[in-house]
């Protein structure tokens, strides 16, 4: 299995700060790295497929970017609503598997 | 728009079997540009992939599960299914079923999960 390792486990940031959530895989995984939101009690919610692809509907302060083996999730501008927890996703082979999450708390 | 909803009983006793069904509105089930898929999320955990269908009946699973799990579709009812069995404490989780876009393997519309308890 694809281990993936997200870094740090939480952050505290202001709203209008810039944040970087790091994710590794145990392997090279090309550019199959996929990121999710997850607020309390709710779903994950798609951001970001193929490590940089934008999903439709979510705001470009959003970004996703490198390959291989290492990942960054950049939250640009935070915004109240975007304090929540972030997961990564491999999506290079089966079984799938997720990172440990990433904690975005209020400063 | 595409709607998924998970069901199934929220307490289960240990030893038995879990039974989920995840219900699909608003949009084709047998699409080949979809499969579907269930993922978990014990309480205060992250989350856990296991186990996805594709309606030419193919199924991917967890291979930490795989001896406890089975998912199976009905395109008539616009439904697929989950079930785990033997089922402990460690099963204790929200459930959430997921359409699994095909080749991408991420998941793009999420149900908004069930809570299942494993007690006695």
């Known amino acids: 299995d694809i281990q993936m390792t997200q870094s740090p486990s939480s952050v505290s940031a202001s709203v209008g700060d810039r944040v970087t959530i790091t994710c590794r895989a145990s392997?090279?995984?090309?550019?199959?790295l996929v990121w999710y939101q997850q607020k309390p009690g709710k779903a994950p919610k798609l951001l970001i497929y193929?490590?940089?692809s934008l999903q439709g509907g979510v705001p470009s302060r959003f970004s996703g970017s490198g390959s291989g083996t290492d990942f960054t999730l950049t939250i640009s501008n935070l915004q109240p609503e975007d304090f929540a927890t972030y997961y990564c996703q491999q999506s290079d082979s089966f079984p799938l598997t997720f990172g440990g999450g990433t904690k975005v708390q209020i400063k | 728009q595409l709607q998924l909803q998970e069901s199934g009983p929220g307490l289960v006793k240990p030893s038995e079997t879990l039974s989920l069904t995840c219900a699909v509105s608003g949009g084709s089930i047998s699409s080949s540009d979809y499969y579907w898929g269930w993922v978990r999320q014990p309480p205060g955990k992250g989350l856990e992939w296991i186990g996805t269908?594709?309606?030419?009946?193919?199924?991917y699973y967890n291979p930490s599960l795989r001896s406890r799990v089975t998912i199976s579709g009905d395109t008539s009812k616009r439904q697929f299914s989950l079930k785990v069995s033997s089922v402990t404490a460690a099963d204790t989780a929200v459930y959430y079923c997921a359409r699994h876009v095909l080749r991408l393997h991420f998941m793009d519309v999420w149900g908004k999960g069930t809570t299942v308890i494993v007690s006695s």
């Open positions: 269908i594709s309606f030419g009946e193919t199924t």
């Open positions: 392997q090279g995984i090309s550019s199959w």
């Open positions: 193929a490590a940089s």
